[in-house]
């Protein structure tokens, strides 16, 4: 019988529901210096690259309380790369999807692709759609890939949606959701981790939002382990999330305090 994540890994016990982070969105960094420090092609880097995602999808699929978990495959501005790389990255997009759609609906999971369709090649685009339509029913965790996306190419998108609306319609932070991919399923991630050593978020967009944590791991994607992501998470669950206020007055340890202590509440 194969082990679960828990047992694996026995930290991730003594972790309170509360502190696991719900939502995690990885950047795969360093497919192509991987490949290289061997003397490979760069798709060979890919394609080790795609058995981690593999390795990661599968240990996190057994941890209900992480809701989320995204990657990002292939950047809008990674259009400037060679046709052999793009070639061989879309391939690896539609053989993936192909291999895993199947599991992902099983388990009562929902795909979500992020991103534009109308640049992807043509086989692509089905099989994402058809992922997305035949799991949009499903309530169990959300894997969503980024492909062909940016967060400045989101904004012009959503730009160009909202001329469409109605002059009526009441713009909120709610109702911007309705305008993103995914179309609010999939929120700004709690955890954001970046592989290969390199200390930034790229143009993540709102998936890197008001209240992310950012993890870097000091290794080409293709070495990274599914121990790795366990550190990540155990050192997100120790870290202090204000949301926007300090510990002293932070409304929700004030609400705390009032329903333990009467005699705090203002009047």
């Not at 058995?51 to 495959?73: C, D, M, N, Y």
């Not at 949606?161 to 009441?170: I, P, V």
């Not at 992501?229 to 932070?250: H, P, Q």
């Amino acid at each position: 019988m194969t082990k679960s994540i828990f047992d694996e890994f026995p930290q991730l016990k003594t972790i309170p529901l509360e502190k696991f982070p719900g939502n995690i969105f990885i950047i795969p960094d360093g497919n192509g210096r991987w490949a290289k420090s061997k003397n490979l092609p760069v798709t060979a880097g890919h394609e080790a690259g795609y058995r981690v995602t593999e390795k990661i999808l599968t240990a996190l699929s057994h941890v209900p309380q992480i809701t989320a978990v995204g990657f990002w495959g292939f950047a809008s501005d990674n259009w400037k790369r060679s046709t052999e790389e793009i070639r061989g990255l879309m391939h690896i997009f539609s053989f993936v999807l192909a291999k895993h759609i199947d599991s992902i609906k099983k388990r009562n999971g929902v795909f979500v692709h992020l991103g534009r369709k109308d640049r992807l090649p043509e086989k692509l685009i089905k099989q994402l759609q058809k992922a997305e339509a035949d799991t949009a029913a499903n309530s169990g965790q959300i894997v969503y890939v980024a492909i062909d996306f940016g967060g400045e190419d989101q904004m012009v998108r959503m730009l160009e949606q909202a001329k469409t609306l109605s002059q009526s319609t009441e713009i909120t932070k709610e109702s911007l959701w309705d305008l993103r991919d995914g179309k609010g399923k999939v929120r700004s991630a709690d955890l954001l981790i970046r592989t290969s050593g390199e200390k930034r978020t790229s143009d993540v967009g709102w998936l890197n939002g008001a209240s992310t944590e950012l993890y870097f791991i000091d290794k080409y994607f293709p070495d990274v382990t599914v121990g790795d992501i366990v550190d990540a998470i155990v050192d997100f669950s120790k870290r202090e999330r204000r949301f926007g206020g300090r510990e002293s007055n932070n409304p929700i340890n004030k609400s705390i305090r009032q329903a333990q202590d009467p005699e705090l509440t203002e009047g």
